[in-house]
């Protein structure tokens, strides 16, 4: 036996400490505390199997984070020496999922001013705006991307576009967007924002009926839909 403790000293209180430390920051089930302390090392490892290791995905991306800021280094380098659209829309698209909106508008505003043929381009900048919360600037960007492409992202751009002419007052010109956004595209945002909408023609009994066939029960999803725009919890408590 005294070997046996000899083999796992001092990892046995090592094993315990990041045990008891994930315990405190995620709060699992109670009983795992009686697990982790009376344990030892082999209750502690346990615990660090079953809830610990199925967390390590959410490292993925603190790790992809370092990778694209390197990136973004990288490229601001390159193109002192090569200024190309190409270059400078791989900037803006690296910065706005850094959520770094301002930086990204004016990567992709050189991009367009440079090469002035991709859809992908005007999309990204509008996603930018909206970030920023400048719904006016958007719409330029997605009536042109929606008047190449309805179907551009699996008709995103035409939801976001309904979207942005209905927080404008623009609500009749929302309307053959939205038909045509919930006719081909059934993805919470799009069905998130059509309720929203509806609630601004005060047809609120119709908005809550919708918010309630696609509103996540979990709450990760409920923090997901509250992420996809800056406006996401005001509209979700008037809905």
């Not at 991306?61 to 200024?83: H, K, M, T, W």
């Not at 270059?87 to 004016?106: I, S, T, V, W």
Request: charged share 25%.
């Amino acid at each position: 036996m005294f070997g046996l403790r000899q083999l796992f000293y001092p990892w046995g209180f090592v094993v315990q400490a990041v045990a008891l430390v994930h315990f405190a920051r995620r709060r699992p089930e109670g009983y795992w505390l009686y697990v982790i302390l009376f344990g030892g090392f082999v209750g502690a490892s346990a615990y660090i199997v079953v809830e610990v290791l199925p967390d390590a995905g959410l490292l993925r991306g603190v790790f992809q984070g370092f990778g694209r800021r390197s990136r973004i280094q990288a490229l601001e380098i390159q193109i002192i020496d090569n200024p190309s659209a190409g270059n400078y829309e791989e900037l803006g698209e690296l910065c706005l999922e850094q959520k770094q909106y301002a930086k990204a508008r004016d990567s992709f505003d050189k991009a367009i001013a440079a090469r002035g043929d991709s859809p992908h381009a005007f999309y990204n900048r509008a996603k930018c705006n909206l970030g920023l919360g400048e719904l006016a600037s958007a719409i330029p960007d997605l009536e042109h991307v929606v008047k190449i492409d309805p179907k551009f992202d699996y008709y995103r751009a035409t939801g976001l576009l309904a979207d942005a002419y209905a927080q404008t007052g623009q609500l009749e010109r929302a309307a053959p967007y939205f038909a045509e956004a919930t006719q081909f595209s059934t993805t919470p945002e799009t069905l998130y924002n059509y309720a929203n909408y509806l609630r601004l023609q005060n047809r609120g009994d119709e908005a809550r009926e919708w918010r309630r066939d696609f509103w996540p029960k979990s709450e990760p999803c409920r923090d997901t839909c509250k992420g996809w725009n800056v406006r996401g919890s005001a509209k979700a408590r008037r809905c």
